[in-house]
């Protein structure tokens, strides 16, 4: 039961995880959380370390591809200048989104990732749909209300995870 906590991966944040890692791990697409993994839950536009990290992926041809529980409208303006495609409402940690992604853009599970900072839904989701999984730290460290809530459970299961697995370390 606590392995579908488990990330693959721990990676400080999503802009050290090079293309040369992915392509090193068979990856040539990225699966991504919005708020507090590509930017600040409270932000409406990236940073130019997104726009650095977004092409250098696509300079190697690794897709990104936003999977949010956010609404159409928040990752539309989040995204925008970066013309990433992106699927709102994706009820993590359910695996809808990330199945209706994987189907519309015609993506194997054994080549993409799912890159988050919560292990109740980003990594959850992943490990519910088969697939790998990087949980980053988040780019802030406030949150949402709603956050909040999974922030207090994610400590609970995070200590259980410590001790389970004692070579779970951030990279």
């Known amino acids: 039961m606590l392995s579908r906590f488990k990330p693959t991966w721990m990676i400080g944040d999503i802009y050290t995880i090079s293309p040369q890692f992915l392509l090193d791990h068979n990856i040539n697409c990225v699966l991504t959380d919005l708020d507090n ?34 609404s159409h409208k928040r990752i539309q303006k989040a995204v925008q200048d970066y013309q990433l495609p992106f699927v709102p409402r994706a009820m993590k940690p359910l695996t809808i989104g990330i199945r209706h992604a994987l189907k ?43 956050t909040m809530i999974n922030r207090y459970f994610e400590k609970i299961v995070w200590n259980k995870l ?8 951030w990279k």
């Open 37 to 70: 993994t590509l930017v600040p839950w409270n932000s409406k536009k990236g940073s130019d370390a997104l726009h650095k990290w977004l092409s250098e992926n696509k300079k190697y041809g690794i897709k990104v591809i936003v999977v949010s529980n956010n």
């Open 104 to 146: 519309e853009f015609n993506l194997q599970k054994r080549n993409t990732v799912m890159i988050g900072d919560q292990l109740m839904t980003d990594v959850v989701a992943a490990n519910s749909c088969g697939m790998r999984s990087i949980l980053v730290k988040p780019l802030v460290r406030d949150d949402a209300w709603n």
């Open 162 to 169: 410590s001790k389970k697995y004692p070579d779970l370390h």
